[in-house]
């Protein structure tokens, strides 16, 4: 049976919502009978203890923010009774000890995966086109239009054959798909991709530069096979900046890279004629690349969330921080990323830092990245949107404690920055944003080759190299937007699932995945968001 309430933390003086709650109701918990003294909405918080003003909220046993006036027992938390605020950080104070968790059943497991010469491996086996600079972005989609048509042949979908329907005089919406030509793609075993984007020039330096650390770790990660490159010739992010960044990251890399470069081609004919022709050789060789077996240690699994809502904390994250726990504890790496959503729990994070070093480098890149913040005129505080705010996270440190839940318990045995490629197994932690894409984009880049997701709102994005797992903080959200939703983690809400459960049903999810026995229903949705993280302003 469903609990109508829940106390996150035994230190909390707020108390979550499971149902909507009408005012005058009376719920128990621990012992105490609380009154609602107005409607409260399934997700949101009410006042365990009477608050006067300036009082600290605390949520997941860590401050969450102050009240700005009086808040009596069994009022609800919103934004004009609750102001953001979060402990301060001193710097590392204690080692937190973990028990890992039993991994029995997960230490000899393998997935089906694609080996490189380098010792990685993938769970997808992609071609991947880019531009360094977003003049070549015209040349980029002539391109992924002429393979597309002759390497896919897909078939027209529903709503194509809807317009196709109203061109011809039809008046019907529905319209029933066709029975086209088979699948019939010419190889089967390679995926082409394309990127395309808007930095590479007309910004400061230092941003072009990171755009090619960040398309090294493209090409370096393991579910890319090779790369076909298209330069300007002009611009800020020069072929030899993108190279080198290449070769710091992978000095012996053997996989092909096709450059062109216009301004040194000639015509435009010229150039994708070449382009062409070699890009198709170097595919043809790729396709010959087979999945065999690999543990699952091998896995590199990104750890974020998007279109968050008051359970995110209390099911989704927490579930994927279990599933990190395992991963860590078996020896595969997984990373959490999203800084502005880390404010407020700093001080539990450095002190799982293994490195103290690195708990200093989290301070100052939290720090900084704050800093640049005030200066655009806004804070960390601005960070949740209104959909976090109408769905119950009312606070950037309430978002925060629950968005950290991600990366469970275990030790963190590197910080990185962004465009950094993890190489340690365990619990990473790498400086983004908290935007969606510009966090998955990063994190692929940097090596993780699964992404998992959650959300309790819905959020339609992908990845064009890696598999975006999308797992849904409710069940509401799971059955209402079934074609983008891979895993419902709203059955801990309902108690049909424990954590540990449902942790290791997402995981056997991950490993079918990565197996390319599944797939994610961003794939199936051609769902290639990529947006570089620009740390500048334009020049």
Known sequence: MQKKVLKVNPKDNVIVALMDLPAGESVHLDGTDYTILKDIKAKHKFAAVDF???????????????????????????????????????????????????????????????????GQVGTENVWLFFPLVFCENKNIE??????????LHDKASKHQLLLRSLLNGGETADVAVEEEEPDTRVFKNIDVRFITHQGGCGGIRQDAEALGRLFAGYVNNPNVAGATVLSLGCQN?????????????????????????????????????GVIKDSYEGIKKANEIERKPASITKLNIGLECGGSDGFSGISANPVLGEVSDIMAAVGGTTMLAEFPELCGVEQELVNRCINDEDGVKFLKLMKDFEASVVAAGSGFDMNPSPGNIKDGLITDAMKSAGASKKGGAAPIVEVLDFTEYATKPGLNLLCTP???????????????????????????????ISPVVKISSNTVLAEKMSDIIDFNAGTVISGEKTIPEAADELLELIINVASGEVKTKADVLNQNDFIPWRRGVSL
């Open 52 to 118: 006067e003003d300036g009082d600290h909220i605390l949520m997941y046993g860590v401050i969450v923010g102050k009240a700005n006036q009086s808040i009596r027992q069994g009022e609800v938390i919103t934004t004009e009774n609750v102001k953001h605020q979060s402990a301060k950080v001193v710097g590392k104070t204690d080692t937190l000890g973990w028990t890992p968790p039993n991994v029995d059943k997960w230490k000899d497991r393998t997935f089906m995966g694609y080996h490189r010469e380098d």
């Open 142 to 151: 002539t391109l992924k239009d002429i393979f597309e048509k002759e390497l």
């Open 237 to 273: 992010l020069q072929v030899q900046i993108f190279m080198d960044s290449l070769h710091a990251l992978a000095p012996d890399n053997k996989k092909p890279i096709v450059v062109y470069e216009q301004q040194k081609s000639g015509t435009i004919d010229e150039m994708l004629t």
């Open 434 to 464: 908290g935007n969606d894409a510009e966090c998955t984009t990063a994190l692929v880049g940097s090596g993780a080759t699964v992404v998992l997701f959650t959300t309790g709102l819905g959020t339609p994005m992908g990845n064009p």
